[in-house]
């Protein structure tokens, strides 16, 4: 039977850049819910924020998922590591 090996630095290294760029996505997605606009008639604002507020909701959306990803990376290479020290000989 053949095996295979997983270098689990890189997937924790890959883990920690993707949770981080959740984090920043996260993070713009907070920052694009001030957008106003003021001085335009009230429906054009209207429609701005509403625009605004759910373009918004979807950056953080993206970034939670991209940041759940980095972490189930992470929990894979800790897997990958339980098992092969349970199960490879030495």
């Known amino acids: 039977m053949s095996g295979f090996e997983v270098v689990t630095g890189s997937l924790r290294q890959t883990a920690g850049r993707a949770q981080s760029v959740g984090g920043r996505l996260v993070e713009l997605g907070g920052h694009a819910r001030g957008i106003r606009s003021p001085g335009e008639p009230k429906r054009t604002s209207a429609s701005l924020e509403r625009f605004a507020s759910t373009w918004s909701a979807g950056v953080a959306d993206l970034g939670h998922g ?13 897997l990958y590591d339980v098992t092969d020290r349970g199960a490879m000989p030495q």
């Open 66 to 78: 991209v940041r759940g990803i980095g972490l189930s990376t992470d929990a894979a290479a800790s």
